[in-house]
């Protein structure tokens, strides 16, 4: 029963719960803020031993902060107790509304779990609402949502007896501010933890900037970003110093460009395919006096997850060196070291391009055409199951000229008619040769096999040495005597070959006298004045000969007309 100065013992209560429920909110941390928690109940609300026993992540609750008795403090902060053996705790004994009393009557059985508790002595009660050493009161703790924070656990209230309703209900109350207070500090935790996180990865992100931009800045090889998508796809956005002195250009001036405005024109077509999947290319930029140069582009794609491709990184490496090299390589490979005319193999690559295995003059009638379409199928030229496209053996290659069925009519402008382009299989056009040496208005391929007269001689009595001069000024004599276009080219020893086309017969000829003309002038080497002759055969290429059939057609003439002439006919040309 109340006596008469309950009123002022409430009275106090609510000043001194007021204070602690302030001195909650002013907590720094979670750990300051659960100390203050059972600080204020052994405090505040009379009771000499108390607890917070805080939900883990894993669901087990742990001793987290205790306030009373230094040597229980000692022997039970931090260690653990399950799940399981809280929830049946907290069913157990009496509810005193949010409270959760289980009296020493009933606890006994609780003495061998695994929740960590401490043991008080004391005699028995005296009367009915005495306390008893080993009696248990718990004040559970939730958050807004309902799910539970964590336990408060009180022992040996100070009066020795056990709380009436105005103390069942002020520890109801406080552990409800006491929940409030924990959430807070979790939530300041968090987001402090964040906060640091945020900090140390814009710490991380401002370091990788800096490293990046010192990286492209500083690279000894060109880089650029360009932009992707939009109006201005492939517009330079930035460039590093290597990139603007390899161009001879500004930044400021690159960023009203993009690569496609800067490569060579026959370079276009390589770039973009670069620009659309990445990957890397080798091609020609523009610099600012008009020059190109060759360089090596490599793209990465830099993409967002959410947006697609942002931009387009560049690293641009100057290769100009190494293609020069590689020209000279290619050109030692195919030119004559003396003469600097295209050799023999460069001479047969030239004329093998002209021509192909079969004569324009043959055609292939239906039924050959078909044969050779379907060759290779065995006896009877049966055809697989199953039949049909080329994946059965049907080769549309294997019509090497439009074939016309025998009978059909002519239809103007068919393929195999007189001013019909080439046929659908027929893509060639075909090298074809004068039928005689009189000029009948055939224009074909002039193959000109000229062999020097006297030149044995010269060596002999000369040396090598003045050879050599000889077949240089040669050389040079025979490239001023021909066109644009045409081919002069070293076959070996004393032997050029020359190949114009376009020509009739009679061009033919006039052009042999031009060069046998050219050659005859004396040759100054070393002060001395040295002549040779030159002897020329005609040879005309068509399909359907070898290169080098050709070239044996024309040496074969060159030794006719070798013969015909005497030799001092021959060194006076």
């Known amino acids: 029963m109340e006596t008469e100065s309950e009123p002022y013992v409430r009275l106090a209560t609510l000043r001194q719960l007021h204070q602690v429920v302030a001195e909650l909110n002013t907590a720094r941390s979670l750990a300051d803020t659960l100390q203050t928690v059972v600080d204020g109940i052994v405090v505040g609300l ?76 004391g005699p028995d009660p005296r009367f009915e609402d005495e306390w008893h050493p080993e009696d248990r009161l718990y004040a559970p703790m ?3 949502g309902g799910e539970l924070l964590g336990v408060i656990s009180v022992d040996r209230p100070r009066n020795g007896r056990r709380p009436g309703a105005w103390g069942r209900e002020a520890l109801q109350m406080y552990a409800f501010q006491a929940a409030i207070a924990i959430s807070n500090a979790r939530l300041r ?19 990788s900037e800096e490293s990046f931009r010192q990286a492209f800045e500083y690279a000894p090889s060109g880089m650029a970003i360009a932009e992707m998508g939009g109006d201005q796809h492939g517009r330079l956005l930035r460039t590093n110093d290597a990139l603007c002195r390899l161009l001879g250009r500004p930044a400021s001036v690159l960023r009203r460009y993009s690569f496609s ?26 610099r600012r006096d008009g020059t190109y140069v060759w360089v090596s582009l490599r793209n990465s794609v830099v993409a967002d997850a959410a947006d697609g491709p942002r931009f387009l ?31 023999s193999a460069e001479l047969r690559a030239r004329l093998g391009a002209r021509l192909c295995r079969r004569p324009q003059s043959v055609r292939a009638t239906a039924v050959e055409a078909l044969d050779a379409a379907y060759e290779g199928h065995g006896a009877g ?111 070996g020893g004393d032997e050029f070959v ?27 080497v070393d002060g001395r004045a040295v002549r040779v002759g030159a002897s020329f055969g005609i040879g005309w290429a068509s399909c359907g000969m070898s290169a080098d059939e050709v070239l044996r057609s024309a040496d074969q003439r060159m030794y006719i007309e070798k013969r015909s002439r005497s030799k001092a006919h021959r060194r006076a040309g």
Request: hydrophobic share 40%; charged share 25%; proline share 6%.
């Open 498 to 524: 020359v190949l114009a086309d376009g020509l009739g017969a009679a061009d033919a000829a006039d052009l042999a006298v031009r060069l046998r003309n050219a050659i005859i002038p004396p040759i100054r």
């Open 142 to 144: 939730y958050a807004s």
């Open 189 to 207: 935790a968090n987001m402090q933890r964040a906060l640091v996180r945020l900090e140390r990865e814009q710490q991380a992100l401002r370091a």
């Open 381 to 491: 030229g049966a055809l697989p199951a199953g039949g049909g496209g080329g994946e059965h053996g049907f080769r549309p290659d294997a019509f090497p000229e439009p074939f016309e069925f025998p009978g059909a009519p002519a239809v103007p402008g068919a393929p195999g008619t007189p001013g019909a382009g080439a046929g659908p299989y027929d893509h060639h056009v075909h090298t074809v040769a004068p039928a005689t040496d009189i000029d009948d208005g055939t224009k074909g391929l002039a193959v000109l096999f000229c062999d020097l007269d006297g030149f044995k001689s010269i060596n002999d009595r000369f040396g090598h040495h003045t050879g050599d001069a000889v077949l240089i000024e040669v050389a040079r004599r025979l490239t001023t005597g021909v066109r644009d276009g045409d081919t002069v080219a070293r076959l």
């Open 46 to 121: 009379g009771y000499q031993l108390a607890c917070v026993n805080l939900v883990r992540p894993d669901g087990d609750l742990v001793v987290a902060a205790f306030a009373g008795d230094p040597a229980a403090e000692a022997l039970i902060t931090g260690r653990v107790g399950s799940r399981a053996s809280w929830e049946r705790r907290l069913t157990m004994g009496e509810s005193w509304d949010g409270l959760r009393f289980i009296p020493h009557t009933e606890g006994w059985v609780l003495l061998e779990d695994d929740v960590p508790q401490w043991h008080t002595d």
């Open 313 to 343: 990184l560049t690293h641009v490496e100057d290769i100009e060196e190494r293609k020069r090299h590689e020209l000279q390589l290619a050109h030692r490979a195919s030119h004559d070291s003396l003469t600097g005319l295209p050799n």
């Open 261 to 286: 405005d800067l490569v060579h024109p026959e370079d276009i077509g390589t770039l973009l395919r670069t620009s659309a999947e990445g990957g890397r290319a080798e091609l020609r930029l523009g």
